[in-house]
């Protein structure tokens, strides 16, 4: 039996980052590890410049979601400032650098958000230490110290997160046994979906697919991510794990 630190994720609208390429800003379906670490850090009062505290809160945990609604997609268009072509100009390592040039130009975005997107978030201790335990992290949440927000600060929380701790055999288990208010029912799907990392994968026949996805946080202030594995289970019944001969 394992313990799991158990919140509920629900905003009007929400947005959890893809890899952005060019003039689009995608958002998931579901939460990101990064997101959910950043609310973490901003609950127990970890800045974004102690990349040390960063990595050690990353290692310590494992993270997985249930995701009861996805939301409908909702695309906002925004004027962005950005450096002109310059080839005679010294690389820019950050956003600072970037608007702190005399040449600017402008580009048009699309961003992408999630409205009434409803998850659940699983997360249990690696073993690694990082000063925390799930009670701390749960009393975080309560009283958190920075704001929490869904992906982006323009995305706060219209619901309390309402931590619980659970003990169960596995995450989906967890997140099955965690209740949300009878009102939060009516955003629920016909189609649940649940998503965890390779520490929480502990039976080969849960999952229907491993794909993998861009958001284990490398380097907070220069905005760079790694990939890792993460496992889906449908409730549809579709499956693509190929049966052991």
């Known amino acids: 039996m394992q313990q799991y630190l158990i919140f509920q994720l629900y905003g009007v609208l929400a947005s959890w980052g893809e890899p952005a390429v060019g003039e689009s800003r995608h958002s998931a379906t579901h939460p990101s590890r990064s997101a959910v670490l950043g609310l973490l850090a901003a609950a127990v009062g970890i800045r974004r410049e102690q990349e040390e505290r960063l990595e050690q809160l990353s290692a310590a945990l494992a993270i997985g979601f249930k995701v009861i609604n996805p939301g409908i997609v909702l695309k906002d268009y925004h004027t962005v400032q950005i450096p002109a072509d310059d080839r005679k100009a010294k690389h820019r ?9 005399d040449k600017v130009g ?11 997107a409803l998850s659940i978030a699983a997360v249990c201790l690696t073993g690694q230490s990082s000063g925390h335990t799930l009670d701390s992290l749960a009393g975080a949440l309560k009283q958190p110290i920075f704001q929490l927000y869904l992906g982006r600060k323009s995305c706060p929380l219209s619901l ?8 169960a055999e596995t995450v989906t288990n967890a997140l099955d046994s965690y209740e ?4 939060q029912t009516r955003l629920g799907s016909t189609h649940i979906s649940y998503y965890w990392e390779q520490a929480l994968q502990t039976d080969t026949a849960q999952y229907s697919y491993r794909v993998p996805r861009y958001d284990q946080p490398l380097n907070r202030q220069h905005w760079q991510f790694a990939a890792r594995d993460e496992y889906v289970r449908l409730t549809t019944g579709e499956n693509h794990v190929p049966k052991p001969r």
């Open 93 to 101: 390592h950050t956003r600072r650098d970037e608007l702190r040039s």
């Open 160 to 167: 309390p997160v309402n931590p619980k701790i659970i003990t």
């Open 180 to 183: 949300l208010a009878p009102e």
């Open 106 to 116: 402008t580009v048009l975005s699309s961003r992408e958000y999630r409205q009434d």
